[in-house]
């Protein structure tokens, strides 16, 4: 079974500033992948960044990068420079990779608002 | 703009009425995904397609039934739903071979049972 854990229910954050989003899992899988999706207010889930168990470097894709830390099964989200837009949820998820259950589990999400 | 392409976005329905929601992507994904998302929690799995087969049915009540005509299309056929059904429907889809595993995501459904 897996377990994504968020305790961040709401997160403030200054424009322009960065700020880093929590998430630790619990899995028995050998071979597993993170996510972090952001969901604005529309409803569309929008894929930002992916990392894999085996990955040995910590994943980044423009203004978010991905703080893997195996041993403590955290996988945190970073923003840099944040901007208005990024006002949304955020949800942290996960699968299992050698498996045929592609679905993915999510965590309970943080909201974050962006303050200018 | 998304490129799974839910329909209708809004619902709103009787406890007796029967209704579908439809999903479509053109994306030659071969998994296709129906998650169920309540106000302020996160989605939650209902049924998982992998080569237009019902591969995983998270114990959904039979009131909601999925079907997967092609490869392309996906629908959530609805009847005698309850108040409590009320939520975003969100559809997704992904490759099922070669890659990370990322799920592409409509915009969702959402519903309102009366």
């Known amino acids: 079974a897996q377990k994504i854990t968020q305790t961040q229910p709401g997160m403030f954050v200054q424009e322009k500033e960065a700020v880093t989003l929590d998430c630790t899992y619990d899995?028995?899988?050998?071979?597993?992948?993170l996510f972090w999706y952001k969901q604005p207010s529309s409803g569309e889930m929008i894929f930002l960044i992916y990392?894999?168990?085996?990955?040995?470097q910590n994943a980044t894709e423009g203004r978010y990068s991905l703080n893997f830390q195996k041993a403590r099964k955290s996988a945190n989200l970073v923003i840099s420079a944040s901007q208005l837009g990024d006002s949304a949820m955020y949800f942290c998820?996960?699968?299992?990779?050698?498996?045929?259950?592609?679905?993915?589990?999510f965590g309970s999400g943080t909201r974050l608002q962006v303050q200018p | 703009d998304t490129e799974v392409t839910q329909t209708p976005k809004h619902l709103v329905m009787g406890m007796t009425n029967k209704k579908s929601l439809k999903c479509e992507q053109h994306?030659?994904?071969?998994?296709m995904y129906w998650y169920k998302q309540k106000a302020k929690k996160p989605p939650e799995l209902m049924f998982v397609y992998s080569y237009e087969k019902l591969s995983i049915n998270e114990s959904v009540p039979s009131r909601f039934s999925p079907e997967c005509p092609n490869s392309s299309l996906l629908n959530l056929h609805l009847h005698a739903l309850q108040p409590e059904d009320s939520a975003l429907y969100l559809c997704a889809s992904s490759p099922l071979a070669g890659d990370t595993g990322e799920l592409f995501f409509g915009e969702g459904s959402r519903l309102t049972v009366l």
């Open positions: 994306m030659g994904h071969r998994a």
């Open positions: 899995t028995s899988d050998p071979s597993y992948g």
């Open positions: 998820a996960m699968r299992a990779m050698d498996t045929g259950r592609r679905a993915l589990t």
């Open positions: 990392q894999g168990s085996y990955d040995q």
